[in-house]
């Protein structure tokens, strides 16, 4: 799905998404071409608690969790220093 298909399915909640494909462009901007939609949820708590829950059994999976008001996803890429 695109996130504008997650938005309309979804209309003002909090959903936990997988991104399916992706790519970084030069502004370290995430694009998400492509995204699952996993679950739904009325309060973002409930949604990082499953975040939490997944990433801790599978940490290779690119999951975010964004509330459907967005018009764009806007997720940044950071780059971790080096202790």
């Known amino acids: 799905m ?3 298909e997650v938005c309309q399915a979804f209309p003002e909640q909090w959903v936990l998404i997988e991104a399916v494909q992706a790519y970084t462009n030069e502004k370290s901007e995430r694009i998400l071409d492509e995204i699952a ?3 739904k949820f009325s309060n ?3 949604a990082m608690k499953a975040y939490q829950e997944i ?3 599978d940490p ?3 999951l975010y ?3 459907t008001s ?3 996803p806007n997720i940044i890429e950071k780059k ?3 202790c």
Do not use: A, F, I, T
């Open 70 to 72: 967005r018009k764009e």
């Open 80 to 82: 971790m220093g080096r």
């Open 44 to 46: 973002s708590p409930d």
């Open 2 to 4: 695109k996130w504008e």
């Open 60 to 62: 290779k999976r690119e």
């Open 55 to 57: 990433h801790r059994e």
């Open 65 to 67: 969790v964004l509330h």
């Open 37 to 39: 939609p996993l679950k």
